[in-house]
């Protein structure tokens, strides 16, 4: 699970009478992932390989079958059961549908080209028929000038009334709508243009027709109409089609694709006249059958050989933090190819990881850490059973019902968490913010409490503490894993890295949790922890005074290896990066403070005992209202009335409030809870030793969905 899935690198050699048997055992396998190399070993005499006869051809048809499915809107959904596709039937079947697509798309592409210049043809009348003249009156005149549009009757009269080519004229308005007529004087022309030079004076074309705007407007509705009927019909024919070739188009993609992977499976070869090499990374546990399977089908003119089996530590040449290393000999050396060994329920927490960085194959993989810590923070910060059945739903739907990969892991994380948010539920004694669980299960006194209530408000200090404990553990195990990592490279570059930040961190919160100068501390420190199993209540100030020397140790240890200006910065991320995670216990009380106000405005809550805050302890008014309360409770205090026990009107808004409110704290618990969680392990944690750049595991192969070889 640390580890991702060894691999071992293997080389096919063989003559090229034999290549397309290969490539055909290859593929069926779909194990081999090509090496970088493949094609250029940089071996006298080799070049990089060829095509296969009919890669073109696969490759056109490829993209004219594509170009189909678009056209037709095909889904997968589309597909119905596995089918056989047949070369005669790529050949005449698939000839036969492309020809009667293509020439369906062509009328509807020409149908909705009309449709649309008759759309615009309407859209330039409307004007006119809000004018109400004839078209005819409009247009055709000698010696009459004529502008229709938008604008200013009153700024358009004054500038004709100024322009002096023009005898006279005459306007005609409707709703901003403007008709102009012009008379020019002598022979003078475009006497409106130069006119209405000045004037917000938005022109419209007068349509070419005669009559009534009105009917001409009737006319094109009509020419509308038809045309959305021929092209609902053509649309109609489209949809048959797509019903009945559906299935097969995809087939025929799918088939296309795995022969053009096949066809062009040489370019990562290298080759000579007689002969090619192909070299690349399968699983270790699948190599025998890989060999197997290419060795009976190329016979004696081919050779599998195993070339190395990939150790996890890195080649000494291996540097940096990318794909590629340099070598004894001036080249590169390669890095396998990575494939995460999860079992099925860490898996979805791969993509959590993958979302920083693919790890390498030398490094460790923290998926199973990412499962342990993340559901667990998510589960503190929001603790209630009404609200992880809710996060665990939307997750197993996500998980088992959407297409996208990474959403459906993310569905996987949310069902994990949603669990957990329902342990702690349990544990809180709380559902949707009221404590029922705590209530009915533990007779009013839950394992935990949240710190809400006065009479327990030392549990709110005490999560914060508990906090930085976790931080500390967290923190230290990210320290342990980088310092695991620089061994390979010797004691000493360990302890100069991460053991030197670790051994200042532990140090210095050891001296912090002392009571060496415990006058200047906090009593939190020492109070919180008291009362709980294990009574702590700080470590001796001889046991700080040595530990913070130990820190200064691991300080000036960091100082040799960093500089000064690194270790200011680890003094400075020893506190930090600790106190981040106290944002656990924030978000936890925040969340259940808004749960809280959501149930007091709807129900209304009243405390007992306001005057000893040390057991004084607030209940929602579910079932009786305050009066009810005075008489049998004299000693309450009324926190809040509700709006339940009100009017109707407050009533209704209270039920918006209640359902509006819940969503709300609903909503934030991904978007508060669920990002600080994640900051927690990619700033704090995955910053500590995590490097990724792993390269992608592509086998060479198909995973069919529609097309069966049988």
Avoid: C
């Avoid at 003559?15 to 090496?35: C, G, P, Y």
């Avoid at 006065?454 to 404990?469: E, I, Q, Y």
Wanted: net charge negative; no cysteine.
């Amino acid at each position: 699970m640390l580890r991702p899935e060894r691999m071992s690198k293997v080389s096919v050699v063989g003559t090229n009478r034999v290549v397309q048997d290969v490539i055909e055992a290859a593929h069926d396998q779909n194990v081999l992932h090509f090496s970088d190399s493949s094609g250029d070993v940089g071996v006298e005499g080799f070049d990089a390989g060829n095509p296969l006869d009919g890669a073109d051809d696969a490759s056109d048809k490829l993209v004219t079958v594509r170009s189909l499915l678009s056209i037709l809107g095909v889904e997968e959904e589309d597909a119905g059961p596995t089918r056989i596709v047949t070369d005669d039937a790529l050949e005449n079947e698939f000839a036969d549908i492309r020809d009667e697509v293509n020439e369906l798309d062509e009328r509807r592409t020409e149908v909705e080209d009309r449709l649309s210049e008759l759309e615009d043809r309407v859209a330039a009348v409307e004007p006119f028929v809000t004018l109400g003249i004839d078209l005819d009156l409009l247009q055709g005149y000698d010696t009459v000038e004529v502008a229709v549009g938008e604008g200013d009757t009153d700024e358009i009269e004054h500038a004709l009334a100024d322009e002096g080519d023009v005898r006279s004229f005459e306007t005609f308005s409707e709703d901003g709508v403007v008709a102009v007529f012009a008379y020019p004087s002598g022979d003078a022309t475009d006497v409106l243009e130069d006119a209405l030079v000045g004037v917000e004076f938005v022109e419209h074309e007068i349509p070419s027709g005669n009559g009534s705007p009105d009917d001409y407007l009737d006319s094109l509705e009509h020419k509308r109409q038809k045309l959305e009927s021929e092209l609902a019909t053509v649309e109609n024919e489209l949809e048959g089609l797509r019903l009945e070739h559906a299935g097969f188009l995809l087939a025929a993609e799918e088939k296309l694709n795995i022969e053009v992977q096949k066809a062009e499976a040489p370019l990562n070869f290298a080759t000579t006249e007689h002969a090619f090499v192909a070299e690349g990374w399968v699983p270790t546990s699948e190599y025998a059958e890989f060999a197997s399977a290419v060795q009976d089908a190329g016979g004696d003119g081919v050779d599998v050989e195993e070339l190395e089996r990939a150790e996890y530590e890195p080649p000494e040449h291996e540097i940096g933090h990318g794909e590629q290393g340099a070598a004894p000999d001036g080249g590169t050396a390669e890095q396998p190819p990575v494939v995460q060994d999860n079992p099925g329920p860490v898996k979805p927490f791969e993509m959590l990881v993958r979302v920083i960085n693919r790890p390498n194959y030398y490094d460790l993989d923290p998926t199973i850490i990412l499962f342990l810590t993340f559901p667990a923070f998510y589960g503190f910060m929001i603790g209630d059973v009404g609200y992880g059945v809710i996060y665990a739903a939307v997750g197993w739907w996500m998980y088992t019902t959407l297409d996208s990969d990474a959403l459906a892991a993310l569905g996987g994380v949310a069902v994990l968490s949603g669990l957990a948010t329902i342990v702690f539920g349990f544990l809180y004694g709380e559902i949707f913010g009221f404590h029922l669980i705590g209530e009915y299960l533990w007779n009013g006194s839950p394992p935990l409490h949240k710190g809400l209530k006065p009479g327990n408000a030392d549990w709110a200090r005490l999560w914060l503490v508990v906090s930085v404990l976790v931080a500390l553990g967290h923190l230290t195990l990210g320290y342990a894993i980088d310092t695991y990592k620089r061994m390979r490279h010797g004691v000493w570059d360990a302890l100069t890295e991460g053991a030197s930040w670790a051994i200042l961190m532990v140090g210095l919160w050891v001296w912090i949790f002392s009571h060496a100068l415990g006058g200047a501390k906090p009593d939190l420190l020492f109070t919180a922890l008291s009362g709980q199993p294990l009574g702590f209540t700080g470590f001796g100030a001889t046991v700080g005074w040595a530990a913070l020397a130990v820190g200064l140790v691991g300080y000036a240890l960091l100082i040799y290896a960093e500089g000064a200006v690194g270790g200011i910065e680890g003094a400075l991320n020893s506190l930090t990066h600790v106190l981040s995670y106290t944002r656990l216990a924030a978000v936890m009380l925040a969340k259940g403070g808004m749960a809280f106000v959501v149930n007091l405005l709807f129900f209304g809550a009243y405390e007992t005992q306001p005057n000893d805050p040390e057991s004084g302890e607030f209940h929602f008014m579910l079932e009786h209202d305050w009066s009810y309360v005075q008489t049998h409770y004299p000693e309450a205090e009324l926190m809040f009335g509700g709006l339940v026990h009100g009017p109707i009107t407050a009533v209704l808004g209270g039920i918006l409030i209640f359902v509006l409110g819940h969503l709300l704290v609903l909503a934030l618990g991904v978007t508060s809870a669920g990002l600080q969680a994640v900051r927690l392990e990619y700033v704090e944690f995955f910053g500590k030793f995590y490097e990724g750049g792993g390269t992608k595991y592509e086998p060479f192969g198909y995973d069919r969905s529609y097309t069966t070889q049988d």
